[in-house]
């Protein structure tokens, strides 16, 4: 597994893991972190259409969190923010491009919750109504990442 040296899943067999890991509840809630967020999201929106992607996400989200006893990691403003963005991200690479170099560059560009934060305030985006319901941005709209026009299904295997 990366560690805070190695930012990124570099291979698909790391990849499968991370995944499998993350839905048998094996992985330690410190190896789920943003970057292992990001993977395991990366993954379903390659499989799956945009909506069965994102509920796969939350449902194993919240298990996950359920079996560590920290009911406080599911966000659902965050997990959809990413998912979109995501999503938008994957329409826009190349079709030849290995999905681990996708990951990888997904990750080394967007892995900070610094893009989050320019479109939610730390106000708008901790609200116990964001938590549990999306919540469009308070500071600047996200026009490319509507969801209704997400709904394709990438043809992307990892």
Known sequence: MPTSSSPAYRSSEQITQLVRGFEAGTLAPQQFDHHAHMTVALWYLSQLPFAEATVAMRTN????????QQNQLYHETITGFWMRLLRHILDGAEPSEPFAELVYRAITSWGSMEVFFRHYSKQHAFSTEARQHWVD?????????????LAVKCERLP
């Open 137 to 149: 941005p308070d500071l600047l709209p996200l026009p490319l990442l509507d969801p209704d026009a």
């Open 61 to 68: 989200i919240q298990r996950f969190a359920a079996r560590h």
